[in-house]
Every structure is written in C-alpha cells, then in structure tokens.
C-alpha cells in the first residue's frame, strides 16, 4: 500500500506533528520518549438501565497525557467512534495546546462510545453519572477537570460535578469547566471556541491584507464553535457562503444570512433546508469557493481525497486534527496558511482556565472582563506562532508545536524525574 494510500489513526497525526517538531529542536532521545508517551490511561466498562427495563453495556475512556505543568484539563466527547487511540491524540494535542496558551495544566481527554442523540434525557443522565463515577478516581479540581467536548454540553457537565459532589459530601464547582452559570460557571464560556476561530482567523487574515468585505469564508460544521465562528466572521463583514452540518451543507456565492439562518437552525434542527441557500454535501462544503475554510466537526475530514479540491488562502482549524496528514501536505504545498487548531481552537480552553480559576476563588468576572482577557491572550499566543513561524521558515503547525513543547521540557527539566 502507497503512502498516499495508507490510513493513519489519530495517534499517528499526533506523534508525527510531535515528531515533525522535535526536528527543528535539540531533544534528547530519552526525554522525547518521555514526551510522547501518555501518563495514564483509564478504560471503563459499566452497565446503564435503558428507560424500556433493559441493560447496555458501555465503554469509556479518560487518558491523562501530561501532568508537568500542572492539573490536566481536556473535554470529554460522546461519539460513537471514541476509542482509546482517539482520545489519546486528543490529551497529547490539548497537552500542546494547554501550553502553547501557557495555561498552567497538562492535557487530558476522555469519552465514551455512544451516539448521545439515540439516548432519552433520563438514559443520557443515567450515563452520564455512571461514567463520572468511573472515572472519579482520576477527576478532580486539583488534579483533572473535564469539560465539554463533541457530544456533550453544560447539562452534562452539571451531572459530572454533581456526581462527584454528592461522592465527597459537598459541592465542588471547580471539579468541571463548561458548567450552567446556576452552579459556578463563566459568562462567554459557551461561545469561547468560536470566538477564539474568529480571533486566530482575523489575526491571519491582517497578515495577509485580506479585507473582510473581500473575503469568503466556508464553514464545515455549524455547531456551538462553527455557528459562533461563523456569526462573528458575518458581523466583521465577511461573506459566509457555505456551512454544513451532520445532515449535509447549504451554498450561496453571494452569501448566508446568518442571522436568519441561525434562528432557523434553532427551529428546525439543521441547516440544510435553509430557503436562501443551495444543497451541498459535507465535501462540497470543504470545496467550495472560498478563500478561508474552517473545518469546525470531526478529526481526519481533509483528507489525501478532497485536499487537491479545497482551494482557499487559509484554513482555521476550529476542530481538534481535521487534517490528515497527507491532506495537510497537499494544502501546504498550496501554500495554503494553516491557524492550527492547538491554537485556533484554544479559546475554550482558556475560558475554562478562566472559569477553574474563578469557581476555586468563588469569585466571578464580568463578560467583557472575560472575552477582553481571552482576546489579548489568543491575539499574544497568535503572534508568537507567526514571528516563530518566519523566523525559523517553517508551517504554523510545527511553529506552534516547537513553542508548546519547549514550555513542557521547561518544566520536566526543572521538576526533575521522580526518585
């Protein structure tokens, strides 16, 4: 099998991002080791009563990569396609992300095997609580703290921290982030994501002298962090003339209302029955004309297959690895500008620092206090990854990595290894 052809996991992304890195740095063997190699990984099997009297066995995972920085953080997703090589890439990548942002975690992530939207309410809870309770071992405010990922929002991170509490007799806010404001969490968490695209997005585009008026953008995903990304790309000016969801994509050269089209999203559940646009699919919304794409669903989706299709100045990861790693070689080839998702994705994270730090003081910011802090540090993390980027001649992607990685053996170096 060709290279072209061969398919490679999540893991394999990750460690070669890793390695395509450590190349441009001075790593000692034995540390780099150290470096790719996950700290813990946790798997669950646990049974939950559906709402017919029957019984299902599921499986859950939650991996700890790194701890050296401090607690790990990192969301929890309820996907049918979660195994134990996804979420590994997962808290390897927020590992870099966590310090490319300088928040003062490691990086986790965690999961579980289902399609959340085949679950009743009562099921989803039962579940819900069950897997908090497996993984309780591991979660804490001090030590892990979970949040939302794909699949999963603020309702089930209020039945995680309520798990945990009633365990431990108690309430403790700061065990999750992503939380209902009712019980500790952060104005602006829930739109952080897709304002933090935004933010990234624009940054690239004043480094390119693009102007918004000028500038089309397509977005693969019209979830909480593409429907966000895509309503502040509109209200800066920018033409939105594609979007899609699970159902498949709607186009309009002359571009969306995206005010309309989200109050419709809100009726109808999907975009693809939206009246002023025309029906695409989810790989007609990756190539569709446009001059900067954001892939804002799954991991893996731009691929060797529809890379040599998208033709766009810049893609803003808004997902975790959308990329594969032939896709990526294709479009820089392009030249195509990458925002890589360690860093265009980052804003949840940091508005869940913002959140951690605020439930452990009991002591709450203001809205524009929060979304001010979260600009200014994703606009600094941003020009970091630009001058490294050209002062060293390479991609945004191992500009970023080299940073996130050398903030990490920082750390090992001074805390030392253990006796």
């Keep these: ?9 999540a893991s394999d992304v990750a460690l070669a991002q890793f390695e395509r890195a450590i190349a441009h740095m001075n790593l000692d063997e034995d540390l780099v080791a150290y470096l790719e190699t996950p700290k813990r990984e946790l798997i669950v099997h646990f ?79 039962r579940l819900t609580r069950r897997y908090a309770n497996e993984i309780s071992i591991l979660i804490s405010p001090e030590g892990d703290i979970p949040a939302p990922d794909v699949g999963t929002d603020a309702q089930v ?49 004043k480094k390119l002298e693009m102007q918004p008026e000028m500038t089309r953008v397509a977005v693969q995903g019209f979830g909480n962090v593409g429907s966000v990304a895509a309503h502040k790309m509109w209200e800066q000016g920018c033409k939105i003339v594609a979007v899609s969801d699970v159902n498949g994509g709607i186009y309009n050269p002359n571009g969306l209302d995206i005010p309309a089209l989200l109050a419709h999203m809100a009726e109808s559940g999907t975009v693809i029955d939206f009246s002023e646009g025309d029906r695409i699919s989810n790989r007609e919304t990756l190539t569709a004309p446009a001059d900067i794409l954001i892939p804002a669903a799954l991991e893996g989706q731009i691929d060797e297959r529809v890379a040599p299709d998208i033709n766009v100045r810049i893609v803003a990861e808004g997902a975790n690895g959308p990329c594969t790693l032939e896709g990526e070689r294709i479009l820089l080839e392009k030249g195509v500008h990458f925002v890589p998702d360690i860093l265009c994705n980052a804003g949840g994270v940091t508005v869940s620092y913002f959140e951690w730090v605020q439930g452990m003081q009991s002591f709450f910011w203001s809205e524009t206090e929060i979304l001010d802090r979260l600009e200014r540090l994703m606009t600094e993390a941003f020009e970091h990854v630009w001058q490294a980027s050209q002062s060293k001649h390479i991609d945004m992607r191992t500009a970023a990595y080299t940073i996130a990685i050398q903030r990490v053996v920082e750390a090992v170096e001074a805390r030392g290894i253990y006796p």
């Design 157 to 205: 991170m209020a039945w995680i921290m309520d798990t945990y509490s009633v365990a431990r007799g108690y309430s403790t806010p700061a065990v999750v982030t992503g939380k209902p404001l009712s019980i500790g969490g952060s104005l602006g968490r829930a739109e952080a994501t897709g304002i933090g695209v935004t933010i990234t997005a624009t940054a690239m585009m």
């Design 47 to 125: 049974p939950v009563y559906m709402d017919d009297g029957s019984m299902k066995m599921y499986t859950g995972y939650r991996v700890h990569h790194s701890t050296v920085r401090g607690p790990t953080k990192g969301g929890i997703r309820y996907h049918p396609d979660v195994n134990l090589d996804e979420v590994r890439a997962l808290a390897m990548w927020m590992t870099w992300k966590n310090a490319l942002m300088n928040l003062p975690y490691g990086g986790a992530k965690g999961g579980v095997s289902v399609d959340p939207r085949e679950l009743s309410r009562n099921e989803l809870r």
């Design 1 to 9: 099998m060709s290279a072209m052809k061969r398919r490679y996991s």
